[in-house]
């Protein structure tokens, strides 16, 4: 059975137009969350896109609250705030599993707080799988959570839809393999990290991919991506970094704390970066490879494979960093990697320039793609 404490209030099922409401019934015994997971599985069905209020209150789960629909209509679960609104799990279960399978499905989350949540397998607190749609999971708090195999905090998978995690709180989660804090990937569309904060989030792997950053400021050091590692494994894959500005370390900056840290940097677009495009410190000198990096060349960490020239994106300052036909970042990514999504061999940054209809080969041959967990998905891990 379900049980709720520190709430006032029960849960009243109200329907208000497209919006289902678990609201306040300030005479009745605390809320069930039955009541929330019955407003779950009517807006899986009901034909209509559904909002979800939690009232606030520390709402503990023995098993997960789950969703899964193959309707074209976006659900939005908000709470009345990171701290207030709290799923717990005991350290016995998941949070929260949420899945879609067609388009126009969007995956909205907002002022919720996931704690002490257990998965054998993928997302401790929260697990998100959208084929075609975009998950956005705004100011929410992931705390002291597991996972077995991927994602401690959270995982957030989709096939052909952006993920976007803004203003949020990853804290002392762990993942027996990879993506302490959060593992977030999209095969085809865009992954976005915005004013996040990673804290004491533990994994055997630290991987960053497919993620574009751009026009980010700090007046102290790193405008992209500040990364530490003791004696983990951290890869930096893929990704873009535009006019990314800071004191020391405009686009990527890398601290080894121990000899035993692994790094791989590779198949990146490091461009105007202020006043340097990548820097690193610590026990270890990571070497840059198969990137473009500007006014790299000459540099102890510029390695095999990377090149100093202008990536040619299709229109930088109106916010496309796909590549023209031009591009010198086209075929030029390690071609050990993963193929393009076209077949051919892997390109530089972010975006692959498709070079000839997916799904076929150059010979002919019908070929399949795989999203999610395999080579060529979209990561962000800590």
Known sequence: MFTVCRCRFAVAVVVVGLVLVAGCNRNGPPPELRAIQDLLDEAAGNGRADT??????????????????????????????????????????????????????????????????????????????????????????????????????????????????????????TSADDAGGLNASSLRGAVTLTGNRFEDNHAGTMTLARNLLHDNTTDNVVGGIAVATSVG????????????????????????????????????????GTPNGFTSSGAVSPVVAYSDVQDGTGEPWFGTGCIDADPLFVNAVGGDYTLTSGSPCIDAGDPASPPDPDGTVADMGAFHFPQRAEGAT??????????????????VEN
Not at 71 to 92: K, P, S, V, W
Not at 259 to 270: F, H, K, L
Not at 363 to 379: F, K, N, V
């Open 52 to 173: 979800i209020r939690l009232p606030a209150g520390t709402y503990l789960l023995t098993e997960p609250l789950t969703y899964t629909s193959d309707e074209g209509f976006g659900l939005c679960i908000i709470g009345a705030g990171a701290g207030r609104t709290i799923l717990d799990g005991q350290d016995r279960t998941q949070l929260l599993r949420l899945k879609s399978t067609v388009a126009g499905s969007d995956f909205t989350i907002r002022h919720v707080e996931f704690r002490n949540g257990r998965s054998a397998q993928y997302g401790g607190a929260l697990q998100v799988e959208n084929d075609a749609a975009a998950t956005r999971v705004d100011s929410c708090a992931f705390r002291d959570s597991r996972a077995g195999v991927l994602g401690g905090g959270v995982h957030a998978v989709a096939f052909d839809g952006e993920v976007t995690f803004t203003d949020c709180v990853f804290t002392g989660n």
């Open 233 to 272: 494994t951290l890869g930096i894959f893929h990704n873009t970094l535009d006019a990314n500005a800071a004191a020391d370390g405009g686009g990527i900056s890398i601290y080894c704390d121990q000899a035993g840290a692994r790094t791989e940097v590779s198949n990146n677009i490091i461009w105007r």
């Open 362 to 379: 150059a010979d002919g041959r019908r070929w399949t793609q795989m999203g999610g967990l395999g080579p060529g998905g979209r990561e």
